[in-house]
């Protein structure tokens, strides 16, 4: 009788052990003493098929801490300079419809949106802004009329061009920005040179059309 039961429970641990995970099988191995040899014994011919499995279950927790430690590693709060600069160019941006100037406005739009998600390409679509800004004021200052050269145009020509350059300077300088977005990470996508492109096709008919 004794050994019909015995026959019974193996039978059973045999249906039953299959079903288990490879980590249940595993914390029984590590407790062996605590289990019935036989169980113990089917456990391992259970485990010693799942070789493989256990390794992807390992590379699955390894890669899982990879992403929980590294965001926290590189993800740094935005410095608040740069919070007043990306503000100041949201409300350049909607200035910018004041004179039509629709390209401008989208790519300004869409900068701060990229400052807001933290995104690598913020930084370098930035500074192209500044750029162009710069650009379109030296520009202007040349060839503008004599109105524009004059009194407090001029002086907020000036400005303009001290502030572009002060805020190009510092995203492409400044430790704290090296720590919101390293450098290495930094990089512009083909839609940003197209968004890019925009206004500067903008600027051009409107400066050839003041020559």
């Known amino acids: 009788m004794a050994t019909t039961n015995e026959e019974m429970y193996i039978k ?37 098929k799942r070789p493989q499995t256990m390794d992807v279950e390992n590379d ?8 929980e430690d590294v965001p926290n590693e590189d993800k740094s709060e935005m410095p608040s300079l740069l919070w007043i600069i990306v503000l100041f160019i949201g409300l350049a941006g909607v ?34 802004i500044f750029i162009i800004n710069l650009c379109v004021s030296v520009l202007f200052l040349i060839f503008g ?21 002060g805020c190009y300077y510092y ?21 940003d040179y197209f968004l890019i492109g925009l206004p500067v096709l903008f600027y051009l008919i409107v400066l050839i059309m003041m020559i």
């Open 12 to 48: 059973d641990w045999q249906e039953s052990i299959p079903q288990m995970t490879t980590e249940e099988l595993s914390s029984i191995l590590s407790k062996a003493e605590e289990y019935n040899p036989q169980y113990v014994e089917i456990v391992k011919e259970e485990f010693a």
């Open 145 to 165: 009329s004599d109105e524009y050269r004059m009194g407090g145009w001029l002086l907020l020509a000036i400005s303009g061009i001290a502030l572009n350059l």
């Open 95 to 128: 200035g910018s419809l004041r004179y039509w100037n629709v390209p401008m406005f989208i790519l300004s739009m869409y900068c701060v949106w990229l400052f807001i998600y933290k995104k690598e390409n913020s930084i370098n679509v930035a500074q192209s």
């Open 60 to 67: 699955s927790n390894e890669h899982k801490d990879i992403k």
């Open 171 to 191: 995203l492409g300088n400044s430790d704290s920005v090296e720590m919101f977005i390293p450098k290495d990470n930094r990089y512009l996508k083909n839609m």
